[in-house]
């Protein structure tokens, strides 16, 4: 079994930044790929980022480069997302996921999701 939780959520304003983590329990990540996604009020749950096993390839969505970077550190069962120059359409509930697949089209593990809020 893995256990996903994450952490790090909170209210922010605009142009702040945030850093996420996920910590895995029950199973080291170093063999699965890890995502970040989130999911606003009335949207559906979009994607946000991705890295392989050994944080050597990574993707973002268009929508972040620039500002988010994922990360991972697998001697600690964790992964990052940095966030920097938030927006106010950035709120919304961030979720990391994992995956034993690459490349990833479904994800087997999921985390309980934690807010994020960008005051204007």
């Known amino acids: 079994q893995v256990h996903l939780v994450e952490s790090g959520g909170d209210l922010v304003q605009a142009g702040g930044s945030l850093r996420l983590s996920c910590v895995a329990s029950?199973?080291?990540?170093?063999?699965?790929?890890m995502g970040w996604f989130r999911q606003a009020p009335g949207k559906k749950r979009e994607f946000v980022a991705v890295?392989?096993?050994?944080?050597?390839?990574?993707d973002h969505a268009d929508f972040v480069k620039g500002r988010f970077s994922i990360s991972r550190d697998n001697g600690r069962n964790t992964a990052y997302l940095q966030m920097n120059s938030l927006k106010p359409e950035d709120t919304a509930v961030y979720y990391c996921?994992?995956?034993?697949?690459?490349?990833?089209?479904?994800?087997?593990?999921w985390g309980q999701g934690i807010q994020v809020t960008v005051s204007s």
């Open positions: 890295i392989s096993y050994s944080g050597g390839t990574t």
């Open positions: 996921a994992a995956s034993k697949n690459w490349p990833v089209y479904e994800y087997e593990y």
């Open positions: 029950g199973r080291t990540l170093t063999s699965y790929s």
